[in-house]
């Protein structure tokens, strides 16, 4: 059974500042891994996805890195802001199978 | 373009009670996936369906819950008799189609007194 863990659960770093989030899931068999962003009291909004052949993406100030082997994922921000503040969940979609197992998401809080 | 929308936003039922919840599509989806997202924890898929038909309903909890998509968009998750324990926010999402990239909505937040 996959199972997803993202760490830390909360980040509070000060703005101008980059930052990782990690990503680790247990079965490496996967078709693709998808990271997300939710505010609260809203839904998901997909940030960036990469396939399983693929090592990074890129989306603006968002580099997430895929290293299937080992089973982990990095979602980096560069020159975060007050915006960027978030929980920011990771999701994979494993072979055979349509659903996406979610982690319990990182909290992030950019400060001013 | 729209995106998937959900209705209600919120819905607030008593125990013993029957609810359907509604999900719109992007048009041209073919996929469509209901989560259930508890607090402070990541969603949990229950079931998924290409086109008309169901092709994953294993997580659907146990019989009260169901789920149809009649003409291939619109779908309505059903839940009979609910419990306290069904109070969660459920998400919709849908995809172009296989292995895509899923588009969630803004979720329908159930409360069971």
């Known amino acids: 059974k996959q199972e997803v863990t993202q760490i830390p659960a909360a980040l509070s770093v000060p703005e101008g500042e980059n930052l990782v989030l990690n990503c680790s899931f247990t079965?490496?068999?996967?078709?693709?891994l998808q990271w997300f962003r939710q505010d609260p009291g809203k839904g998901l909004t997909s940030l960036l996805l990469i396939q399983s052949s693929q090592r990074e993406q890129t989306s603006g100030r968002l580099n997430a890195s895929l290293d299937k082997s080992s089973g982990r994922s990095t979602l980096y921000i560069a020159a975060s802001q007050p915006g960027d503040s978030a929980t920011y969940l990771c999701a994979v979609c494993g072979r055979g199978a349509q659903k996406l197992v979610f982690g319990q998401g990182t909290r992030l809080t950019i400060n001013p | 373009g729209a995106g998937v929308s959900q209705t209600p936003s919120n819905k607030v039922t008593e125990k013993g009670k029957y609810v359907e919840l509604r999900c719109d599509p992007i048009s041209g989806h073919t996929a469509l996936y209901w989560y259930r997202q508890s607090l402070g924890q990541g969603p949990e898929f229950l079931i998924y369906?290409?086109?008309?038909?169901?092709?994953?309903d294993s997580g659907l909890p146990n019989d009260r819950f169901f789920a149809v998509r009649p003409e291939g968009s619109v779908s309505t998750l059903k839940i009979q008799r609910t419990e306290r324990g069904d109070s969660a926010v459920y998400l919709c999402?849908?995809?172009?189609?296989?292995?895509?990239?899923?588009?969630f909505g803004p979720g329908t937040r159930l409360t069971v007194l």
């Open positions: 369906f290409q086109g008309t038909g169901a092709a994953d």
């Open positions: 999402a849908s995809s172009l189609g296989l292995f895509n990239e899923q588009f």
């Open positions: 079965d490496s068999a996967i078709y693709n």
